[in-house]
């Protein structure tokens, strides 16, 4: 019996790899097991190599194994990319339509079945992928049963037939390598659960999030790895009234945000970093003008078009200080796709609390890799809608402007929205008095710059920092932010093991920066590791800037396209000491 | 009621003595009292340049944003409020330069805003320099040899990208102005308005003589048919362009927000933030 299994199904774009993923792994979550997937794609719909890396655990995992146990090929590309990733006992299962070759440096035994024939002599080879995940069920031993009612789910429009056929597919592939597999081949998985948890992507879980936490309009423009959160809000949001608009073009979606916004309703954008570099100079504008507004930053490769379907978290200093002149702005980073529900409806609430943007930065990783969820608790979720006035306002002094910028302790001025009676005010992105007309007087611009800037002083969000540290003294801190989490928690694990005390922060508050929640940690700790996927270490750079220790903080960087392997940041952490 | 002087808010403007665009501001200070709107309905969201800080002299609620994004931060705000009078307004760089982009998609989409372009052919606050309504050969601190690209038709490119309402005038006739921004205003859809609002300190070619001289009114035409788009298009080429009233109007297109499925009857501002259990019980659900 095992505890958990890494299977990869590979071929060429566009041969149905992805619904192959798909239906072995959401057949699998049903049985209550935790699932965790990541694609690799390319930017192109047909062709090229793709794969689609799941791991299957009877416990939540957060990050995609270092090795493999069964790689199912569609081609032999497939094969020579990723027969390395496969531990002495693993198994590659490929289609015998292509006359694979086993490569000659591995243990790892190669199984011929003719998954194209197989469900071509049933009708159509389309059904190449059922055949190839049956075979998968035989030597995970599992019954092909457990498989049918997400058939049904996925074929069932087509009518009973298609479903039985896909089943007779999977079924042929079963049968055809159990007789061929001796006892030791096979790879039972310890039994699970059977709790129904949801399966998601981490884009679902930011667009569900944005539901939860009020918002009625989007405008966006499709991009990689960003999209998804308008798909799935195109589908629902008109379920409550709500719109999205897909607009034409990246300044345009924010814009719209930004109007939407000063109009009074919860509305939000959603992009990639090329989408984020246009959209800098509206950020100042929603600064400058204390707009609630809340912007996805789903980080991908780059710079420029970079990496476009690859993994990389570069674009942190660009959503700290991005836009030109100082604002007012907040950036948090989920690190798992729960966190990245509650974080998206939170980020509603500073929004509208602290008039300014919120930056939720997410990447490809979290963004992308489908996994098992636990049960979100929408009773979790408040609606605060800060100094926004409702009802009816007083009339004016000598009925002028409302002072919409007025000068506070906190710096934090009452909102009023377009349509409210005596509530009358002007918004420029030109320095403005506290009823925003343009005022260029020094002692103004000190006055209102100064203003804006100290929201920020007293910034409140839940869990600045997931911690997990339970040494006083420790010999290493790891730090990361977004999806690096469950690789690190893996290294730590392996780590203590050999004797290591090691702490975990995982930054989940970017800006400001959480340094009263840092520093004890970093003070602690002999020596301090950050993980990050960037060339240059931006989280080490900005904890350097802001908490200081630079000779015990060590850059632990991967910007090859790749999320991060437990085992690397397990050995780079080792080379410490 | 409100009256015209309701929507004047003692601010004075930093325009130049002659400007076209005083004419302009007291057009839609009229043309909003007139069709009965309360200052704290109506919101004018303006471009940046001279023309852009309109915003800042009526008494509404109003954004002056960035240059060439007038029109999405208008979209936006009507989105959200679908009661409240929007008006976007900029010049002809915000419009058919910087923000051409947004232009032809807004006409396209037929959000129900109003446009006000107040066009001057230069570009007047960075101190002149060639705008892309300029005419070929005219010259200005960028064009030192006079204008090598030609001007873009912009009631052309309205009519051509879907528009459903496309008027032009000039900005001494404020009697004609302000009709067609009332009319504008009335229209379910989005309803362009290009003024002709002469730089008297940058542009010494297309001055107040110059237009009167040069500009015919459609009314003065023989049975000109608003509703015939060709009929439009063939009058804009025989002139130039340098034609006004309401060129087009189609009254029979159905706005975005009429056509949208699912959008809220009442304004998105007053929409429950609250989400119901069972509803996001259902949403969950389809995850499993």
Known sequence: MIDQLSWKVGGQQGEGIESTGEIFAIALNRLGYYLYGYRHFSSRIKGGHTNNKIRVSTKQTR??????????????????????????????????????????????????????????????????????????????????????????EIFGKKGQQVVDKNMEAMKAGYDFLKEKLDESALMRLAKADGKKRMFMIGND?????????????MAAYPITPASEIMEYLIKKLPELGGAVIQTEDEIAAITMAIGANYGGVRAITASSGPGLSLKMEAIGLAGMTEQPLVIVDTQRGGPSTGLPTKQEQSD???????????????????????????????????????????????????????????????????????????????????????????????????????????GIHHVTGV????????????????????????????????????????????????????????????????????????????????????????????????????????????????????VGYAEKINKIVKFDGNPFLPIEVYTKCKELF | MATFKDFRNNVKPNWCPGCGDFSVQAAIQRAAANVGLEPENLAVISGIGCSGRISGYINSYGVHGIHGRALPLAQGLKMANRD???????????????????????????????????????YGLTKGQTSPRSDAGFKTKSTPNGSIEPPVSAMEMALTVGATFVA????????????????????????????????????KVNT????????????????????????????????????????????????????????????????????DEEYFKKLTSEFV
């Open chain 1, 63 to 152: 990050s995609i194994s270092d090795d493999l146990d069964i790689l199912v090929a569609f081609d032999q590309e497939t094969v020579n990319l990723n027969y390395k990733e496969l531990h002495d006992k693993g198994i590659i299962l490929a289609d015998s339509k292509f006359n694979p070759k086993r490569p000659e440096d591995t243990n790892a035994v190669l199984y011929e079945v003719p998954f194209t024939d197989i469900a071509a002599e049933l009708g159509t080879s389309l059904m190449k992928n059922m055949v190839a995940v049956g075979a998968t069920c035989a030597v995970l031993d599992l019954d092909i049963s457990a498989f049918r009612e997400v058939v049904n």
């Open chain 1, 205 to 217: 879980a930011i667009a569900l999030g944005a539901i939860a936490g009020g918002c009625r309009f």
């Open chain 1, 316 to 422: 942190l200093m660009a959503m700290i200080y991005g836009t030109h002149g100082e604002i007012p702005k907040i950036v948090i980073a989920p690190s798992t796709v729960e966190e990245a529900f509650y974080d998206t409806a939170e980020a509603f609430n500073l929004a509208e609390e602290y008039q300014c943007p919120v930056i939720i930065l997410s990447d490809l990783q979290l963004s992308l890799g489908k996994q098992t969820v636990e049960p979100l608790d929408l009773s979790k979720v408040e609606i605060r809608r800060g100094k926004l006035l409702q009802g009816e306002l007083p009339e004016t002094e000598n009925r002028g402007y409302f002072k919409r910028y007025e000068v506070t302790e906190d710096g934090i001025s009452p909102r009023v929205v377009p349509g409210m009676k005596h």
């Open chain 1, 431 to 546: 320095e403005h008095d506290e009823t925003g007309k343009p005022s260029e007087a020094p002692a103004n611009r000190i006055a209102q710059m100064s203003k804006r800037l100290r929201k920020l002083e007293n910034v409140k969000f839940n869990t600045p920092v997931y911690k997990n540290a339970p040494h006083e003294e420790a010999d290493l801190l790891i730090v990361g932010f977004n999806s690096t989490r469950g690789a690190i928690e893996e290294a730590i694990t392996r780590l203590e093991n050999d004797g290591l005390k090691v702490n975990h922060a995982h930054v989940r508050l970017i800006h400001p920066f959480p340094v009263d929640e840092m520093l004890p940690l970093i003070q602690s700790a002999k020596k301090v590791a950050v993980v990050e996927n960037n060339a240059t270490g931006q989280l080490a750079n900005i904890i350097k800037m802001n």
């Open chain 2, 84 to 122: 409240l009078t929007v008006i976007a307004a900029g010049g002809d760089g915000d419009g058919f330069a910087i923000g051409t982009g947004h232009t032809v998609h807004a006409i396209r989409r037929n959000i129900d805003i109003t446009y006000i372009v107040m066009d001057n052919h230069i």
């Open chain 2, 168 to 203: 032009q005038s000039f900005s001494t006739d404020l009697k004609e102005m302000t009709q067609l921004i009332e009319a504008g205003i009335k229209h379910k859809g989005f309803a362009l308005i290009n003024v002709f609002s002469p730089c008297v300190t940058y542009n």
């Open chain 2, 208 to 275: 107040y003589d110059w237009y009167k001289e040069n500009l015919v009114k459609l009314s003065d035409i023989e049975g000109y048919d608003p509703s015939d788009r060709v009929n439009a298009m063939k009058t804009l080429m025989e002139h130039n362009g340098l034609v006004t009233g309401l060129i087009y109007q189609d009254t029979e297109r159905k706005s975005y927000q009429e056509l949208l499925t699912g959008y809220s009857e009442k304004p998105l501002t007053e929409a429950n933030l609250k989400l």
